[in-house]
């Protein structure tokens, strides 16, 4: 059994995209810094997924910077900001990206900023009246605060914080992460500073990211050596990560809506699986199991501990690849999960889908948890185990 179900992690290339980079894995190999034609053909490549990306994100194609990745672009915007502007103060929210989390308690370790922390509430969501009162107190400041949350899924209300933003004087960072390729983004609809994409997220090669950096804004590069990306980060472009790049966005949005339907269904399948498995105690983490709060793609599920080890690895040694954190064995949960008002004694365990899963897969995923209770001698059930034939 192979069943691969960790898509937030990361994603199986796409078919279209393994065609689209092909030819720079053999033919078009040259440097685009290069002034002879083999040269300059890769260029105008590195130059179309520019406009790919731009045109498909509602930016110009000067507001787009290819990175080795999203931390890259966290890095880049968070550091760039506080430097170029001079920032002391940031806002940010206790279930960010370890990327986020991390760059700013370098900084203010440093002596460089104060960090302020937007209340959530007990699903994860931002409070934006506190944030509000965060911005009245701290005018001209640095909003870090993320689309989509890569362990629960929540989906934050970007548009209402680039308007407190613009009330207040502040700079938006957003990471999406975990919603580019999944949920339509247009930068013409608010007004965002920064943001970062990560290609392996949505059926792209890894290695390969982008930041957006708004053109009202110029930034120190974060890697010098070199002019390329207009002199924002040197090093030979990874060609073929940005086509490939280019091409899964491209992908992603022109299937979004099929895409987004699949996904949604496959995760009420598996929460409706779940209802009736017999399995006591079961609940959902933040906003995931919302289709509308969340990203379709992620399902973050409280499963009561089991006496003879974890779900994760009891799976994974079956051949499905699932991620979570467990407090059942003193391991504690995730820095997110510590974040919401949860059961502390529960292992966590976060599914993710894409397109190409299947509903027999999940009909398989649930049988297999199953049969691990039903194998634990300490754990109840609310009725007798049923087989998976018996709910069809």
Known sequence: MEIYLDNAATTALGPEVIEAIL??????????SSAHGAGRKVKEAVDNARRTVAGLLGASPEEIY?????????????????????????????????????????????????TSFVKLDERGNVDLYHLENL?????????????????IGNLTDIHAISVLAQRYNAIFFTDTTQTIGKVRID????DIDFLVGSAHKFHGPKGAGFIYINKKHHLKPLIYGGGQERGQRGGTE??????????????????????HSKVSKLKQYLISKLAISGIEGICYNGESKSIENSVANVLNVSFPCLSTGSIVTKLDQIGI??????????????????????????????FSFSKFNTFEELDQVVDAIVRIYESDPTI?????????????
Request: charged residues 15%.
């Open 135 to 151: 911005l009245r107190a701290n005018p001209r400041t640095l909003i870090a605060l993320m689309h989509g949350n890569n362990e």
């Open 321 to 350: 690849a699932v991620s979570g954190g467990s407090a059942c064995s003193g391991g504690g949960a995730s820095h997110v999960i510590q974040a919401l008002a949860c059961e502390a004694d529960k292992e966590n365990v976060r």
């Open 238 to 259: 990874n060609i073929v990560g940005i086509v490939g790049l280019a091409k899964a966005l491209e992908v992603s949005y022109r299937t979004l809506e099929a895409s």
């Open 187 to 190: 930068l013409q609809a608010g």
């Open 66 to 114: 290819f990175t080795a990745g999203a931390t890259e672009g966290i890095n880049q915007a968070l550091t760039g900001a506080i430097q170029a502007y001079e920032l002391n103060h940031v806002i940010t929210s206790r279930i960010e990206h370890k990327a986020v989390l991390q760059t700013l308690n370098h900084h203010e370790k440093e002596g460089d900023i104060e």
């Open 23 to 32: 030819p720079f894995l053999t033919t078009h190999y040259a440097n685009p």
């Open 380 to 392: 109840a059930t609310t009725k007798a185990w049923k087989s998976i034939a018996s709910w069809a």
